[in-house]
């Protein structure tokens, strides 16, 4: 049932699985299933972040969330404790990890555990977000926006990123970040995932909000933070204090913010016209205004933009390989 191959490569058997029907065999009653988790956390607690045989086990471990999805909360309280958010190998390390575990999940029709350890994960997301590196933001970005809808079985997580975080602390501090493509990708996902959310709670209600079309109230947000944004930007007010909710710094990036975040709407209303069942991969704004272009859509968007270079949202695999190009 599970092996320890000559490579070293930790493998579950393929009784798992049979004729791509999942085996509802209940393999913790298994004699000796019990012992091999257990060995399968200790290895991991025993191996080194920059130790690639790692890799191996968080691949061997997403097999176990076949047949006990609440084992997920063990590994995130082994694997995000010890990640250095300071060190880009550790945090890539640790996204190859949450990228298999939920694949595997997802592949597999499994929801998420209603115990995984949330604060935990958005302790985590939120240490990321205060550091402020590109390739962490990068590699978050792309995880959320590959998965966020997986956790929609669990309204409180729901709450706390969407309400708290998306739309709240971060809100402002991404929709004008300095990093082109980090400002990009932020829009997408307000786009393409926010507005898939049923229910969100915010901080500044005390109640949950119901709605039929969350993107309308996503974007009655949007209007009324930007309308006062630009106020701010074009009559700076005598009270500071209203000057108080976002970094004044960040004023000179709304006119083209708004711009860009404006084209990703217009793709969204294009898309959605076409293949509303699924989203597009993350895509770039140049690639996103030539498809527009191309498709006759106009947007009085296309003349405020200005795109520095073509950009391209790395995936895991292309920052691992570019980081390791640098470092030799």
């Given at each position: 049932m599970f092996c320890?191959k000559?490579?070293?490569?930790?493998?579950?058997?393929?009784?798992?699985?049979?004729?791509?029907?999942?085996?509802?065999l209940i393999w913790?009653?298994v004699?000796?299933y019990?012992l091999?988790?257990?060995?399968?956390l200790r290895?991991m607690?025993?191996?080194?972040?920059?130790?690639?045989?790692?890799?191996?086990f968080?691949?061997a471990?997403s097999?176990?969330?076949?047949?006990?999805?609440?084992?997920?909360?063990?590994?995130?309280?082994?694997?995000?404790?010890r990640?250095?958010?300071h060190?880009?190998?550790?945090?890539?390390?640790?996204?190859e990890?949450?990228?298999?575990?939920?694949?595997t999940?997802?592949e597999?029709?499994?929801?998420l555990?209603?115990?995984?350890?949330?604060?935990l994960?958005?302790?985590?997301?939120?240490?990321?977000v205060e550091?402020?590196?590109?390739v962490?933001l990068n590699?978050?970005?792309?995880?959320?926006?590959s998965?966020?809808?997986?956790?929609?079985t669990?309204?409180?997580f729901k709450?706390?990123l969407?309400?708290?975080?998306?739309l709240?602390?971060?809100?402002f501090?991404f929709f004008l970040h300095w990093?082109?493509?980090i400002r990009c990708?932020?829009?997408?996902?307000l786009a393409?995932?926010?507005?898939?959310q049923?229910?969100?709670?915010?901080?500044?209600?005390?109640?949950?909000e119901?709605?039929s079309?969350?993107?309308?109230?996503?974007?009655a947000k949007l209007k009324?933070n930007?309308n006062?944004?630009?106020?701010?930007?074009?009559?700076?007010?005598?009270?500071?204090?209203?000057?108080?909710?976002f970094?004044s710094?960040?004023?000179?990036?709304?006119p083209?913010?708004?711009a860009?975040?404006?084209?990703?709407?217009?793709?969204?209303?294009?898309?959605?016209q076409?293949?509303p069942?699924?989203n597009?991969?993350?895509?770039s704004l140049?690639?996103?205004?030539?498809?527009?272009?191309?498709?006759?859509?106009?947007?009085?968007?296309?003349e405020?933009?200005?795109i520095?270079?073509?950009q391209v949202?790395?995936s895991?695999?292309?920052t691992s390989?570019?980081?390791?190009?640098?470092i030799?």
């Amino acid at each position: 049932m599970f092996c320890l191959k000559d490579s070293g490569k930790c493998e579950l058997s393929d009784a798992l699985r049979d004729g791509g029907v999942f085996n509802p065999l209940i393999w913790w009653h298994v004699p000796g299933y019990t012992l091999l988790t257990r060995e399968l956390l200790r290895i991991m607690e025993r191996s080194s972040t920059s130790d690639d045989r790692e890799a191996e086990f968080s691949k061997a471990s997403s097999k176990f969330l076949l047949t006990d999805p609440e084992l997920l909360s063990e590994y995130l309280s082994i694997v995000i404790p010890r990640t250095s958010a300071h060190s880009e190998k550790a945090v890539m390390h640790l996204f190859e990890c949450l990228g298999e575990w939920w694949k595997t999940l997802k592949e597999n029709s499994i929801p998420l555990p209603e115990s995984l350890n949330i604060d935990l994960l958005i302790e985590c997301f939120n240490i990321l977000v205060e550091i402020d590196h590109h390739v962490s933001l990068n590699l978050l970005f792309v995880f959320l926006y590959s998965h966020l809808q997986s956790f929609s079985t669990i309204p409180s997580f729901k709450t706390k990123l969407i309400g708290e975080k998306i739309l709240g602390s971060w809100f402002f501090h991404f929709f004008l970040h300095w990093d082109f493509k980090i400002r990009c990708t932020f829009y997408q996902i307000l786009a393409f995932q926010v507005h898939k959310q049923e229910k969100v709670i915010h901080p500044m209600f005390n109640y949950e909000e119901e709605l039929s079309n969350i993107q309308s109230w996503v974007e009655a947000k949007l209007k009324a933070n930007i309308n006062t944004m630009s106020s701010i930007h074009t009559n700076p007010p005598c009270d500071p204090s209203l000057n108080t909710f976002f970094n004044s710094n960040l004023e000179i990036y709304i006119p083209k913010a708004l711009a860009e975040y404006q084209c990703y709407e217009e793709y969204k209303l294009f898309w959605m016209q076409r293949a509303p069942d699924h989203n597009p991969s993350l895509l770039s704004l140049s690639d996103i205004v030539a498809t527009l272009k191309k498709n006759n859509v106009e947007s009085e968007a296309f003349e405020k933009i200005r795109i520095p270079r073509p950009q391209v949202l790395m995936s895991l695999e292309e920052t691992s390989m570019l980081k390791a190009k640098e470092i030799m």
